[in-house]
């Protein structure tokens, strides 16, 4: 197992880059300087035996075309690719001409980001696409294992940057029911507790990741990440920032390539920065439970599905007359709830080419003061908004599509839209990645992708 962490630092003969030339004297051109990179360990929270990178925590280390980032008190940020030390964690660099002045106050930060308006109290960070290439692999770390060193000043021509974590490591073990290969990992919370995207402030005294963006949801993409009979344990490397899930309950949803889903529950715990963690257990596979439901009466889905029912289901066939009340729930069972907060449904499958959308009933969609109410054969506005659907086929009569009605599903791969479908609404597929076909008459939609 690769246990070493990839990092990046300029020195040496490259030019250095500075946002105007009023800036430049911060960099001063000099005799040869010395400038010391060093990145701490991670320290597992908790002592374990079976931990497979050491029992002591995460051995990282700096690696061959890592860039830091190095902002002066005033001015614009340099970018300092390594060019020695790779495989240690204290990289040293001899400067081939450039100095620090010792009249200013530097700061670094991990990995670098380029801009030439990026600014040493905002540098943005993201944890979104996070994805694991091969069983137990950890060389997608680095992209997202923010790290900073608080303000420095040169002494006697040197400096020393000793780099924090500001996030979280997570091993997450889990067991598959047989042999498979997993596809990707959703973590939700009732809440919306992960950080999506944020700000590192290098001004400040202690350098720390402000949220600007949080979900109830989380997302690991994985490729080649294979278990065998012999072995039916799955292996995930993921980086989060500091997040406290102490008594919460995340729900586990993996996702293989058969397009199976898999549960666990896990016991929520506090991350902190500069901590690595262990999670994991043996995972559920779910039954495929193809069920098929006939409505009469408008309004009834809820009762002939079953409170017990709706968060277990993955595949489904509905055939009648659904109203909002019918919708809203099917949104709730497809992961969206009557807000738009995830909920724990599983159904990605949906088959409704033999039903008919009628208006009346509950709201299906209300959010920050709008109320969505079904119509006569529309696929209403934001109806299957961030729906974790993969599939669905649409009710024959159906006739318009409405507002972002599937924007942000990013699973879903096919959509069968039928013949009289003759306006689809502003971006109804905005974020979608999916492939759709059309009958063979729909001259106006024909079978591509939107």
């Known amino acids: 197992m690769q246990n070493k962490k990839k990092m990046m630092i300029l020195l040496g003969s490259l030019p250095l880059f500075c946002g105007c030339s009023t800036e430049m004297d911060l960099w001063d051109l000099n005799e040869a300087e010395q400038i010391t990179f060093t990145a701490s360990d991670f320290e597992y929270s908790k002592t374990r035996t079976n931990l497979d990178i050491t029992e002591a925590g995460a051995v990282f280390t700096w690696g061959e075309k890592d860039t830091v980032g190095i902002f002066p008190d005033e001015g614009a940020q340099a970018y300092f690719p390594m060019v020695s030390g790779a495989g240690t964690k204290k990289a040293a660099f001899t ?8 009249s200013s106050t530097y700061a670094a930060y991990y990995p670098f980001k380029s801009g030439p308006t990026l600014t040493p109290d905002a540098v943005p960070v993201s944890y979104l696409g996070q994805k694991q290439t091969g069983n137990a692999s950890t060389t997608h770390l680095g992209a997202y294992d923010y790290m900073a060193a608080v303000a420095t000043t040169p002494t006697d021509g040197k400096v020393n940057f000793e780099f924090k974590h500001l996030g979280a490591l997570v091993q997450l073990k889990v067991k598959m029911p047989a042999a498979g290969m997993l596809r990707k990992l959703t973590f939700v919370c009732e809440d919306s507790v992960f950080v999506s ?13 402000i949220p600007t963006e949080k979900s109830d949801i989380f997302e690991v993409s994985l490729d080649q990440v294979t278990t065998t009979e012999n072995d039916l344990t799955a292996t995930i490397y993921f980086m989060l920032p500091p997040t406290n899930l102490s008594g919460k309950t995340v729900t586990l949803k993996a996702l293989d390539t058969y397009g199976t889903t898999h549960v666990l529950s896990l016991e929520g715990m506090n991350f902190q920065a500069g901590k690595a963690y262990q999670w994991g257990g043996e995972l559920e596979k779910y039954p495929d439970l193809t069920r098929i439901y006939h409505v009469e009466t408008p309004g009834t889905l809820p009762q002939l599905v079953g409170e017990d029912n709706k968060y277990t289901i993955t595949e489904m066939k509905v055939t009648g007359n659904l109203n909002g009340t019918d919708l809203r729930l099917i949104r709730e069972m497809a992961g969206r709830s009557l807000k738009g907060s995830a909920t724990n449904g599983m159904l990605m499958k949906l088959d409704l080419q033999d039903a008919r959308i009628v208006e009346g009933g509950e709201a299906y969609y209300s959010y920050n003061g709008y109320i969505y109410h079904s119509k006569n054969d529309e696929i209403g506005n934001r109806l299957f908004y961030e729906s974790i659907l993969t599939e669905i086929k649409l009710p024959r009569s159906t006739v318009a599509i409405g507002d972002f009605a599937f924007w942000n599903s990013k699973g879903l791969k096919s959509i069968a839209m ?28 024909p079978s591509v992708n939107l």
């Open 95 to 102: 400067g081939g001409g450039w100095a620090l002045k010792p």
């Open 418 to 445: 039928p013949n009289g479908v003759n306006s689809i609404g502003e971006s109804a597929f905005r974020d979608c990645i999916y492939n759709h076909r059309t009958t063979k008459t729909n001259q106006k939609y």
């Open 197 to 209: 995207k944020g700000l590192l402030d290098l001004k400040a005294e202690n350098p720390a990741i």
